[in-house]
């Protein structure tokens, strides 16, 4: 009788053990996953750019973004982004502030999500999107010609679903921690969503000393087979607030597979309505090749003409694009 109660004694030992460890290893591993989950994700690409023609007398090769970041969720909701541009090191030797933000949803509810910090206008379609995003090597004129940067310091509100968002923003006006005017100044965007279509209307009210800085926004942008469509209208003024801009920029992308694509590209920009012959108008075409996701590697021709020159410059750009 001894012997068999030893023997349960022993089995209900073993069994508690088992069962202690076994918790302590659930433990251990809820432990991880709430470490984890905190953990930011480290994410990242660089640029590199050879430039042929355009009046230039040797090819250049160049950085263009190298874009280093992190970004991660914390408690209720509340989530933060840091990320910087190494690409001045190679020039000036400065690094710049890309966006550094918190974002902080349902402050006084709604679904409404409040940002603070440093973050990219929101303005416009083409300046909006990251570069690594985007299927021109080019900018457009008008983010040059009328911002100091398409990033800046402020406070913004936004929703986005499914159907469409919203964002509004307070800001500095000149991309950096100051502002030489008195007031902030104000940028808006509404965007509507259907089925293949997208269509945003944004504003930006602001000045520089005593002048004025506005600018107005519409883009329609179009998805139907294997084609994708953007026409963007920006009319205003520039950054400096003296000249009177308008700048129409169109773009054509055609899927050929799902690794190759063609990019036709067509730009009128006027940076001073009120001064004639210096009006420039631009074609574009390209091929972007995807090797994987991440690895991109691109070759544009492009036509620019100034309105009083007797022939169109001609250039070749090329991009080879990593992401991490």
Excluded: W
Aim: positive net charge; glycine residues 10%; aromatic residues 14%.
């Amino acid at each position: 009788m001894k012997k068999y109660l030893v023997i349960i004694f022993l089995f209900i030992l073993l069994f508690a053990n088992l069962a202690s460890a076994a918790k302590f290893n659930l433990k251990q591993r809820n432990q991880k996953a709430e470490t984890t989950k905190y953990l930011p994700k480290i994410y990242g690409y660089t640029q590199i750019k050879l430039s042929a023609g355009g009046g230039q007398t040797l090819e250049a090769i160049s950085f263009g973004d190298i874009y280093v970041g992190a970004e991660g969720r914390l408690e209720q909701g509340v989530s933060f982004k840091t990320e910087f541009n190494l690409a001045g090191l190679a020039t000036s030797g400065a690094i710049s502030l890309g966006e550094v933000y918190l974002d902080i949803p349902n402050l006084i509810g709604g679904g409404n999500v409040f940002r603070f910090g440093r973050f990219k206008i929101p303005f416009g379609e083409s300046m909006f999107r990251d570069s690594d995003e985007k299927p021109d090597i080019t900018d457009p004129f008008y983010k040059t010609a009328c911002f100091f940067s398409d990033y800046d310091f402020g406070v913004q509100s936004f929703s986005r679903i499914k159907e469409g968002s919203y964002e509004l923003a307070f800001i500095n006006g000149e991309g950096i921690g100051g502002d030489s005017s008195k007031s902030k100044d104000f940028v808006g965007r509404y965007i509507m969503k259907g089925k293949g279509m997208e269509l945003g209307i944004s504003e930006y009210i602001g000045s520089i000393g005593s002048n004025s800085r506005n600018n107005f926004s519409t883009y329609l942008k179009s998805k139907q087979g294997s084609l994708i469509g953007l026409f963007e209208y920006v009319n205003g003024t520039d950054m400096t607030g003296t000249n009177r801009t308008l700048d129409i920029y169109n773009v054509i992308v055609q899927k050929i597979s799902p690794k190759l694509e063609s990019v036709f590209i067509y730009e009128s920009f006027d940076p001073n309505l009120d001064v004639s012959g210096d009006h420039i108008l631009v074609y574009s075409f390209g091929m972007n090749l995807f090797k994987t996701k991440d690895v991109r590697f691109s070759s544009h021709a492009r036509l620019q003409k100034v309105e009083t020159a007797s022939d169109y410059t001609k250039s070749v750009k090329s991009m080879v694009q990593v992401r991490f």
